[in-house]
C-alpha cells in the first residue's frame, strides 16, 4: 500500500535541498538544528548518568562502613541493654532488621608528635560488626581481629593514617572531649593507642577522619557503662527512611532513630538540587535547538511557494500542506533526538575509559579525592532518564513546527503563482 502522499512529500523535502545555493543553505541550517538537538540531548543523558553514578557510587561507599539505621539514647549516655533495644526494634518492624551491632562513638583528637587531627572514635564490637557492615565483614579475620578488649589498639582509615605519618605498630595519642579535674585544674584525658592497620572504604570523608576501636576500650575512654546505640541493617537500604519512621513511633522516646540518609542529608539533597537543575539548565538548551527548526521550515515555506500554490490547485486542503512540513519538521527532530540518544549512550558507557584517557592527555586531575569524594567519574545511565529527555525532545521539536506549518497552510495560491 503507497503511504499518503503528505509523508512522501514531507520526507522528499528533508531529503531535499542540496541542488541550488538556496536550497543547500536551507539544508545548512536543518543540519545545524538537527545537531543542535543531537548534542543538547547527549549532554543531558551523559550528564544524569554521571550523577546518577556519583550517587550511587557514594552511597555505596557509604553504606560500606555506617549502618543503615541506627538508635541511641537521646542524652548520650549508655543503652541499658543493647540486644533488648535491638530485639524491640526486630518486633517493631517484622522481617526488616537483618543484623544488630553495638557501638560507641564520640569525637576525639588524634596525636602523633606535632601533627593532631579530629577524627571521629567510634567503638566496635568486632563479632557483631560483621554483621552490619560489609568493611567489618571484610576485615573481620585480618585487622580487626587485632581489636582486642584491653589491648587498646586502634584502627585509622587509610587517609588519616597517612596525614599522622603512622603506620602499623606505631603509638598514637587519643585526646578526648570530656578533661578530668585535678589540682592543677582541668586536664584533657589522653590515652596510648597502637595503630593496629588501616582500612580503606574509597570514601574520602571516612577514609580521612574515622578511627576504629573495640567497644570495651571505648567505654572505659569515654567513661560510660556500655554500648550508646545500635546499628541496624536491614533488607533493603533504600526502606531505611521508612523504617526509621516506624522505629520512632514505636520506640521508647528516650531513644533516638536516625537512618542513613539523614546522617548525610545535605549531601544527598545537593545532589539531588543539582540534578534538577542541571535537568532544567540543559533542556533549555535542547529547546533552543529545537526551536532553530522553526528558521529552517519558514525558509523552507518560503522557497516552497510555487510548490504550495501547486499542491493547493491540485486539490490538497490546508490541513494536508501544514501535515506536509510539520512531517519535515517532526522527521528532523527525531532524527537528531536519535542520534543525541545514541551519543549519549556511547559516552555515558565508556565514560570510565574516555575520561582517564583526558586526564592523561591534559595531565590533570578532573576529580580531586579531597573535593569531590571520589577520585573517579562514574556513570549509571537510568531509562528513567532516558526517556523523559527524549519525549521532551521529541515535544519541542514537534512544537517548533507548529507555526511553520501553519503558515505554509494559509498560502494563497494565487498570490504564490502571479510572478511565476
Not at 296 to 312: F, G, Q, Y
Not at 349 to 371: G, K, M
Amino acid at each position: 500500500m503507497n503511504s499518503p502522499y503528505e509523508w512522501q512529500i514531507g520526507w522528499r523535502y528533508t531529503r531535499a535541498g542540496r541542488s541550488g545555493r538556496r536550497n543547500g543553505f536551507i539544508s545548512f541550517i536543518s543540519g545545524v538544528s538537527m545537531l543542535g538537538i543531537a548534542l543538547g540531548v547527549a549532554a543531558l543523558i551523559i550528564v544524569l548518568s554521571v550523577m546518577n553514578g556519583f550517587q550511587k557510587e557514594v552511597r555505596e561507599r557509604m553504606l560500606s562502613v555506617i549502618a543503615h539505621v541506627e538508635l541511641f539514647d537521646a542524652q548520650g549516655a549508655a543503652l541499658a541493654d543493647w540486644r533488648a533495644a535491638a530485639d524491640q526494634a526486630r518486633a517493631a518492624v517484622p522481617g526488616q532488621v537483618l543484623g544488630a551491632a553495638p557501638f560507641v562513638s564520640a569525637q576525639v583528637l588524634l596525636a602523633r608528635g606535632d601533627a593532631m587531627r579530629g577524627a571521629l572514635l567510634r567503638g566496635i564490637s568486632p563479632a557483631d560488626e560483621a554483621g552490619v557492615t560489609p568493611l567489618a565483614a571484610q576485615l573481620q579475620g585480618s585487622t580487626f581481629a587485632k581489636l582486642r578488649p584491653g589491648e587498646w589498639n586502634v584502627v585509622l582509615g587509610i587517609e588519616l593514617a597517612r596525614s599522622l605519618g603512622v603506620h602499623e605498630g606505631d603509638k598514637i595519642t587519643v585526646v578526648t572531649p570530656g578533661g578530668q579535674v585535678t589540682p592543677a585544674g582541668t586536664q584533657p584525658r589522653l590515652k596510648q593507642f597502637t595503630v593496629a592497620g588501616t582500612f580503606e572504604v574509597g570514601h574520602y570523608e571516612y577514609d580521612s577522619a574515622l578511627a576504629l576501636i573495640h567497644l570495651d576500650d571505648a567505654a572505659r575512654l569515654l567513661r560510660v557503662e556500655g554500648a550508646t546505640g545500635v546499628q541496624l541493617k536491614l533488607t533493603d537500604a533504600q526502606a531505611a527512611r521508612a523504617v526509621a519512621g516506624r522505629l520512632a513511633q514505636a520506640l521508647p522516646a528516650d531513644i533516638s532513630v536516625r537512618d542513613w540518609t539523614r546522617t548525610n542529608r545535605n549531601w544527598f539533597d545537593a545532589v539531588q538540587l543539582e540534578k534538577r537543575l542541571m535537568f532544567i539548565i540543559l533542556t533549555l538548551i535542547v529547546a533552543v535547538a529545537a526551536f532553530n527548526l522553526v528558521s529552517t521550515l519558514v525558509m523552507t515555506v518560503t522557497d516552497k511557494h510555487a510548490d504550495i500554490a501547486i499542491l493547493r490547485t491540485l486539490g490538497a486542503s490546508p490541513g494536508a500542506v501544514m501535515r506536509i512540513f510539520m512531517i519535515q519538521g517532526a522527521t528532523s527532530g527525531i532524527v537528531g533526538t536519535a542520534a543525541g540518544v545514541a551519543l549519549g549512550l556511547l559516552v555515558a558507557f565508556n565514560i570510565d575509559t574516555l575520561v582517564p584517557a583526558l586526564e592523561r592527555l591534559l595531565s590533570t586531575s578532573f576529580l580531586p579525592a579531597s573535593i569531590y569524594v571520589i577520585s573517579h567519574m562514574p556513570s549509571d545511565p537510568q531509562w528513567g532518564d532516558i526517556v523523559p529527555i527524549a519525549l521532551i525532545s521529541l515535544a519541542l521539536a514537534f512544537v517548533a513546527t507548529i507555526y511553520p506549518s501553519w503558515r505554509a497552510s494559509r498560502v494563497n495560491p494565487a498570490e504564490a503563482l502571479r510572478y511565476e
